[in-house]
C-alpha cells in the first residue's frame, strides 16, 4: 500500500531557529513529491521534486530529494511567526492521477 | 482567474442529520477532488471525477456519503445519515486533467462539526 510518513508530527522553535521536516514515502511507480503549506485554509503549493539531489530554493525554504532512500526534507531557515503552519508532503498514487499525503507536520514559531 | 469555490464555509449538524457541499472548480479543469481532512491528519481522497465520470472512489464510505458532478462542473458531496467520526474539513480541488495530479489548486474548504 502506497504512504507516506512524515516527521516529527509537532515542533516548537523560536523566531530565527533553522527546522527540517522530514517525509519518507513507499510507492509504487513513483513521479513525483510535493510539499504544501497549510494555514488556516487550503493547502498551498511550495515545491515540486522529481529528480534526486537537485535543491528546490525559494528564500528561505528549500527542499530536496533522495529517491535511493526513499525521502525528502524541508529546511526553513530563520524561521517567522508567519511560518507557523502545518506543512505537508504528498506523493502521486501508483495510477498517478491523485495525491497520497502525510499527516503533516504542524510548526509553531514563537516570538 | 477564479480559484476553487466551496459552500458552505462552516457546518454544524447533528449525528444522524443529513448534509451536502458544494465545490465550483477552476474553469477549465476536468478532473476534481473531494479530500476529507480530519484534525491531525493530511487530506485523505474521497472520490475523483473526470468530467461527469468517477476515477477513484475507492475511499469513499458508500453506504454514508455520495458525491456527484452531473454537467461535469459543479459538484456536491453529501452525507447521510452523519456520525460523530464524519467531523472534519472537506477540501475539494481541481487540476486540468487526472496526469496534473501534482498541479491541484484547493478550495477553502468546508468545516463539518457533528455533535
Known amino acids: 500500500e502506497d504512504k507516506v510518513v512524515q516527521s516529527p508530527l509537532s515542533l516548537v522553535v523560536h523566531e530565527g531557529d533553522t527546522v527540517t521536516l522530514n517525509c519518507s514515502y513507499e510507492?509504487?511507480?513513483?513521479?513525483?513529491l510535493l510539499w504544501y503549506k497549510q494555514e488556516k485554509k487550503a493547502p498551498t503549493f511550495l515545491f515540486m521534486l522529481?529528480?534526486?539531489?537537485i535543491e528546490k530554493k525559494s528564500g528561505r525554504l528549500s527542499s530536496i530529494l533522495d529517491k535511493k532512500e526513499l525521502f525528502s526534507i524541508l529546511n526553513i531557515t530563520a524561521t517567522q511567526t508567519g511560518d507557523s503552519a502545518i506543512y505537508l508532503c504528498?506523493?502521486?498514487?501508483?495510477?498517478?492521477?491523485?495525491?497520497?499525503f502525510g499527516k503533516g507536520t504542524t510548526l509553531s514559531v514563537s516570538s | 482567474e477564479a480559484g476553487v469555490a466551496q459552500s458552505p464555509r462552516y457546518k454544524i449538524i447533528e449525528k444522524r442529520q443529513s448534509v451536502a457541499f458544494w465545490c465550483n472548480p477552476i474553469?477549465?479543469?476536468?478532473?476534481l477532488y473531494w479530500y476529507q481532512q480530519i484534525l491531525g491528519q493530511g487530506p485523505k481522497l474521497l472520490i475523483q471525477?473526470?468530467?461527469?465520470?468517477?476515477?477513484?472512489d475507492s475511499q469513499l464510505p458508500k453506504d454514508r456519503f455520495s458525491a456527484e458532478r452531473l454537467k461535469g462542473v459543479d459538484s456536491t458531496l453529501k452525507i447521510q445519515p452523519a456520525k460523530l467520526e464524519d467531523s472534519a474539513v472537506y477540501l475539494c480541488?481541481?487540476?486540468?486533467?487526472?496526469?496534473?495530479?501534482?498541479?491541484?489548486?484547493f478550495g477553502p474548504g468546508t468545516r463539518l462539526t457533528v455533535l
Open positions: 471525477f473526470q468530467n461527469n465520470g468517477v476515477v477513484d
Open positions: 504528498a506523493t502521486k498514487n501508483q495510477a498517478g492521477t491523485a495525491l497520497i
Open positions: 474553469s477549465g479543469h476536468a478532473t
Open positions: 510507492v509504487t511507480n513513483f513521479r513525483s
Open positions: 480541488a481541481s487540476s486540468l486533467d487526472p496526469d496534473r495530479a501534482n498541479e491541484q489548486f
Open positions: 522529481t529528480s534526486s539531489g
